[in-house]
């Protein structure tokens, strides 16, 4: 297992990592010796200067770390792919969340050792150690100033009894040993320049380590005294001249005591010490401050090591996932996503992935199946679309062809593209004003022109309703031109018979005054009377036949409506006015609180529609109090007029009153009703014909478009 981890991290890369790893490791093993070093025993100053050394090594070192790491982050950049770029977004926030830190206690430590050096050695640390050297200095001098003036008393009194102690040496042993005993002198000697003893206190022995140097007895010979401590500081010896004929010279010694020149000692040692670091003290601090730099760099180079290592273990499944994805994205839901080992959130993912993936395939195969249905659906809708004989067109609310049958191209003779509609506005408006809300004649005939031969389409519109709005629209076409042929002939051939029926009749009471004319003047019987009734008959039924042609006439060729906006309130209230005139007795009820609405229409046709409407329901009542009323409301987006009377009301075949020539009054065309259809289904409008429940005669009910 152990041998499988090694392999596996020296094959991805990693001979670089090895190395790393081995030069951290020295560079951090050589901060560790320089830190020790530092505060190690600061009075060896040749260790100090090793130092630099070793921060040169140290450095050298990091300068490698920071080439492979520049080198490793490089690559990653050079490479501008997925896994490079949050590899290096990985490494650079490892970079800032340990380059913040590090470099703030960094320059923390830098600041705060720096003030400690000024601390430890300002101006008032040097005064104190000095002092202290100055005190212990000033104790040995008083040490020094003590025997000057012990030997002057004694040399001044030998000088004075020099007869009588020169004479008398042992007087002259005793004077020193009393003398000695006073000043607490541990050795005192007085000789001749010649070598010889003349008296001698305590052990004190003229060798070559303790005898007077040389100098001493030039000072001496001077007047001056010569003092002079041992190499351990442990004694001070005085050397005085005494007033003799022959060199005579006096030698005392005193001891220092051996606890305070212990202190002394030490003060002076350690002010030593201290004058010595202060002599390296730039050096110590420069170098302290290059091992702070070094460990911020290591730690800086740890982390983005960690860092790239790191991102490793994350982009690699990521990577993983993402391969795995492109197969996906070709429709491939067979591929399943590589499950990590280890219970991670990356196996979770993978999991959740995989159950998606299942979800997929099978909703994929749910839908191939789905497809398959729709297509034998769509193949069997479009057989039967193809084999009828209806033209079938599919267009959007703005009047584009979206679909059509094959019927519907040999119905226009040519090919229906998608902006086929643009040609035939008189569709196209009908297709935006349609609404089945609005009104029930969804049914349009036109008449369409192709390769020189006139056709009759009827049209009928419905709608494509989704989630409660209008998508679209189709249109349904038949070729009526042979129905339309056949009921014209049909038509005519009623309104031949209607017209020679309603001409006779005229003619018969026509043909019977001509002969009676004839006879009263054949047999010369005039009769004034005869021939006016005669006459008038004849006129009165030539104006019936003028009547009944006009009438058809006016049916026969309906003029073209021009439309435009208009107020209904003003072409109903002038109808209105106009048949006041006819009875100025009538009783209309006029109800419209809607005085502003406005219809596109043509104002001459619908004024004809309301005259002879109104009309109708005059002359449909014989009663004294005729009543007609008026009421206009407003129902969704359509207008609704009502129009009632107490006449006689419509007969049971009202539904014929709109065929041409069809009346139920003696002196009717059966024209009127029939042009009022058609007047208001060219508006887009609708008629119908029932009965008065308030007023108990007719009722007609008609609707407009709302503008």
């Not at 005192?188 to 022995?205: M, W, Y």
């Not at 509609?421 to 008449?447: G, R, S, V």
């Not at 207008?639 to 009202?654: A, L, S, W």
């Not at 009054?665 to 008065?692: Q, R």
Request: aromatic letters at 10%; hydrophobic letters at 45%.
């Amino acid at each position: 297992m152990i041998k499988e981890r090694i392999l596996q991290f020296v094959d991805k890369k990693d001979l670089t990592n090895i190395i790393f790893l081995i030069l951290f490791s020295l560079s951090f093993i050589l901060s560790l010796l320089i830190f020790l070093t530092l505060t190690g025993n600061l009075s060896n100053l040749e260790e100090i200067d090793n130092v630099s050394n070793l921060i040169s090594i140290n450095f050298a070192i990091i300068v490698f770390l920071i080439l492979i790491s520049v080198g490793k982050i490089k690559e990653n950049f050079d490479q501008r792919k997925f896994r490079s770029k949050f590899k290096v977004h990985f490494t650079l926030l490892f970079i800032f969340i340990t380059l913040i830190p590090s470099t703030l206690i960094t320059v923390f430590s830098l600041i705060f050792f720096d003030q400690g050096i000024k601390i430890w050695f300002n101006d008032k640390i040097k005064q104190v150690i000095n002092g202290s050297k100055n005190i212990s200095e000033s104790y040995f001098n008083e040490h020094i100033s003590n025997i000057k003036n012990d030997v002057l008393f004694l040399q001044s009194e030998i000088n004075n009894e020099k007869i009588v102690f020169f004479t008398d040496r042992e007087r002259l042993t005793e004077f020193l040993s009393y003398f000695a005993e006073i000043k607490d002198l541990e050795e005192a000697i007085i000789f001749e320049g010649t070598g010889q003893l003349l008296a001698k206190v305590g052990s004190f022995l003229i060798e070559s380590e303790t005898a007077p140097p040389l100098w001493s007895f030039l000072i001496a010979d001077d007047g001056d005294i010569a003092v002079f401590p041992n190499n351990e500081k442990t004694k001070v010896r005085a050397l005085i001249k005494i007033q003799r004929a022959i060199p005579t010279y006096l030698f005392i010694g005193k001891d220092v005591d051996s606890n305070v020149l212990g202190r002394v000692e030490s003060v002076d040692n350690a002010a030593n010490e201290y004058l010595n670091i202060t002599k390296k003290l730039d050096s110590f601090q420069s170098q302290f401050n290059q091992l702070f730099i070094a460990i911020n760099f290591l730690m800086i180079l740890l982390s983005i090591w960690f860092g790239l290592r790191f991102s490793n273990r994350i982009i690699e499944p990521i990577m993983q996932i993402i391969l795995d994805s492109e197969k996906i994205i070709k429709e491939d839901f067979s591929t399943r996503i590589r499950v990590f080992t280890g219970n991670n959130e990356f196996n979770i993912l993978s999991n959740v992935l995989n159950k998606m993936l299942d979800i997929l395939n099978d909703q994929k195969n749910k839908l191939l199946k789905a497809k398959e249905i729709i297509n034998l659906r769509r193949k069997f809708t479009e057989n039967i679309i193809n084999n009828i004989n209806t033209g079938i067109i599919y267009v959007d609310l703005n009047g584009k062809v979206l679909l059509s049958n094959k019927n519907s191209q040999e119905i226009f003779d040519k090919k229906i593209t998608k902006d086929f509609l643009d040609n035939h506005n008189n569709i196209k408006q009908i297709i935006k004003k349609f609404n089945l809300d609005k009104i029930k004649n969804n049914e349009i005939q036109i008449k369409y022109l192709a390769n020189y031969k006139l056709k009759f389409l009827n049209i009928k519109i419905s709608e494509i309703i989704e989630k409660n709005s209008v998508k679209g629209f189709i249109l349904s076409i038949d070729d009526v031109s042979e129905l339309v042929s056949a009921q014209k002939h049909a038509a005519w051939s009623n309104v031949a018979r209607y017209m020679a029926h309603e001409i006779k009749n005229p003619l018969t009471p026509i043909k019977l005054s001509a002969q009676r004319l004839e006879k009263t003047f054949i047999e010369n019987k005039v009769n004034k009377k005869s021939i006016l009734d005669c006459t008038d008959t004849i006129k009165r039924q030539v104006n019936n036949i003028q009547t009944l042609v006009s009438d058809f006439s006016n049916f026969a060729r309906m003029p073209e409506s021009v439309f435009k906006e208009v107020k209904l309130s003003k072409i109903i209230e002038t109808q209105i006015k106009t048949i006041k005139i006819l009875d100025n007795k009538i009783k209309f009820i006029y109800k419209n609180k809607f005085k502003e609405l406005r219809i596109n229409c043509d104002e001459n046709q619908i004024g004809r529609v309301f005259l002879n409407i109104l009309k109708n329901s005059y002359e449909s009542s014989e009663k004294k109090n005729k009543v007609i009323s008026v009421q206009v409301y407003i129902e969704k987006k359509l207008i609704v007029i009502i129009i009632e009377d107490n006449g006689t009301g419509f007969p049971e075949n009202r539904d014929k009153l709109f065929e041409p020539y069809i009346t139920n009054k003696i002196n009717g065309t059966g024209l009127g009703l029939a042009i009022c259809k058609k007047i208001i289904e060219d508006h887009g409008g609708e008629i119908n014909l029932l009965d008065s429940e308030e007023y108990g005669g007719a009722c007609v009910r008609l609707k407009f478009i709302r503008v």
